[in-house]
């Protein structure tokens, strides 16, 4: 777990897993690595825009957080796979809320505006 948590009041949790959970592709990675083990380039096809840099710095993130694992096999060319630990498995309800969410919301700003609020404008 980070040093830096323990300057984060008790009281303000939330900001505990936006520390731990923000950057703009943890949640996403969370959510592939739900449905299984993946290797690095898996991840990095699944993750349209994300570069190579940004992937290894959320990744090492997530690990140093205790909420992904990395395993490194030792063999030629080397073979690397990330998976969830326990705790990050334990947001499987968040991302997946968080996931049908999206879906609504999309599905939403995609209606036309007289749509979404029942009556016609104009």
């Keep these: 777990m980070r040093s830096d948590l323990d300057e984060i009041p008790e009281h303000c ?3 505990v897993a936006m520390e731990i959970l ?13 449905d299984r083990t993946h290797r690095f380039g898996e991840l990095m096809r699944a993750m ?37 630990t326990e705790a990050g498995r334990s947001l499987e309800k968040i991302i997946l809320l968080l996931d049908e969410w999206g879906e ?3 599905d939403r700003a995609r209606r036309p505006a ?3 609020t ?4 104009g």
Excluded at 22 to 34: E, H, M, Q, T, V
Excluded at 56 to 69: F, I, K, W
Excluded at 118 to 121: A, H, K
Aim: aromatic content about 8%; glycine content about 8%; cysteine-free.
């Design 48 to 84: 349209h825009g994300v570069t190579q840099r940004m992937l290894t710095r959320q990744l090492r993130e997530l690990e140093a957080d205790g909420l992904v694992t990395r395993t490194v096999y030792r063999e030629v060319p080397p073979k690397v796979e990330y998976s969830l």
């Design 118 to 121: 029942g009556t016609s404008q």
């Design 13 to 15: 949790t939330v900001e």
């Design 114 to 116: 007289h749509d979404q």
């Design 22 to 34: 923000g950057g703009r592709w943890k949640l996403a990675i969370l959510r592939k690595l739900l």
């Design 104 to 106: 609504w919301y999309l």
